[in-house]
């Protein structure tokens, strides 16, 4: 049986967020530490699952699949006697991907190590992953985005595997996310003000908005009733559970989600955070 991300690891239940949201995105960049393959048939298995609950179920015979390494419609590429792929398996790939998959809604192209793919491979691959049939979708593993082309990043959606000395969300974040459980204005204001004064650069913006996203999303959980996983940030979660209305933290999560996606773009620390201000003030209504 193949490797999957544990049920407990904080980017399981992000991809679980994003399922139940159905903002799971055709292309993605998993970077940071860990075993990022796993991590890829974890997401391939929320593409693919056949449950009208939570994704991935794990039980439905497409996760079964994904799971024992045999579903015809994940495809890993990788080839384990050569440094880089061989120019004939990408333009192959580039033929199949027009091909419609065999069982599932989605065909799911599992790139294990991205250190394989030089800069003729991703140009040759940029074309579908930009303008591929809707079906197709794309997880490309690397230690950091960084080792990809921007235009591959630029049309990709960066989620982290943490390893254990950054599971912890940053204090900025859970200082945030106390402003927010407080459903005031000014508190919240006036801290993301000082973030912008302060100079924060944009990796950090990103990384400090998936923190708090991630606490918001446990929020969530809590007022559904849902124990949150081992390690989530109960503190800062609960607060937000017991001081937001359920409609309110809904908002929030969703435009801390899209906020940290923003900063995956060539944005302004500042017009991100003057951004979410306004969209605060507008969910505080």
């Known amino acids: 049986m193949a490797q999957l991300l544990s049920e407990k690891d904080p980017l399981a239940l992000h991809i679980r967020q994003l399922a139940r949201c159905g903002n799971l995105p055709h292309a993605v960049i998993l970077s940071g530490t860990g075993d990022r393959p796993a991590a890829g048939r974890y997401l391939a298995a929320a593409l693919l699952c056949q449950s009208g609950g939570e994704r991935p179920c794990m039980a439905c015979p497409a996760c079964r699949?994904?799971?024992?390494?045999?579903?015809?419609?994940?495809?890993?590429?990788?080839?384990?006697?050569?440094?880089?792929?061989?120019?004939?398996?990408?333009?192959?790939?580039?033929?199949?991907?027009?091909?419609?998959?065999?069982?599932?809604?989605?065909?799911?192209?599992?790139?294990?190590?991205?250190?394989?793919?030089?800069?003729?491979?991703?140009?040759?691959?940029?074309?579908?992953?930009?303008?591929?049939?809707?079906?197709?979708?794309?997880?490309?593993?690397?230690?950091?985005?960084?080792?990809?082309?921007?235009?591959?990043?630029?049309?990709?959606?960066?989620?982290?595997?943490?390893?254990e000395d950054d599971a912890?969300?940053?204090?900025?974040?859970?200082?945030?996310?106390?402003?927010?459980a407080g459903g005031e204005l000014l508190p919240v204001?006036?801290?993301?003000?000082?973030?912008?004064?302060?100079?924060?650069?944009?990796?950090q913006l990103q990384s400090l908005l998936e923190d708090a996203w991630r606490i918001a999303a446990q929020a969530l959980l809590l007022r559904a009733g849902k124990a949150p996983a081992p390690g989530a940030p109960d503190e800062a979660a609960a607060a937000m559970s017991r001081g937001l209305s359920g409609a309110r933290l809904q908002k929030l999560?969703?435009?801390l989600r899209y906020y940290a996606e923003e900063c995956r773009c060539n944005v302004g620390p500042g017009h991100v955070l003057g951004a979410l201000i306004a969209q605060w003030e507008t969910i505080l209504g």
Do not use: M
């Open 189 to 203: 204001a006036e801290l993301l003000v000082s973030l912008e004064n302060g100079r924060i650069k944009r990796e």
């Open 65 to 163: 699949k994904v799971a024992q390494d045999i579903h015809p419609d994940v495809i890993t590429v990788r080839e384990s006697d050569r440094r880089e792929l061989a120019v004939d398996t990408v333009r192959a790939l580039r033929q199949d991907v027009y091909i419609r998959p065999n069982e599932g809604a989605r065909k799911v192209y599992l790139f294990a190590d991205c250190g394989q793919l030089n800069e003729r491979d991703q140009n040759v691959l940029l074309k579908i992953v930009e303008e591929g049939p809707p079906y197709a979708a794309f997880i490309f593993c690397a230690e950091s985005a960084a080792a990809l082309l921007p235009t591959i990043r630029s049309r990709c959606v960066e989620l982290k595997l943490r390893g």
């Open 253 to 255: 999560t969703d435009c």
């Open 168 to 180: 912890q969300p940053s204090d900025r974040a859970l200082e945030l996310c106390r402003a927010f």
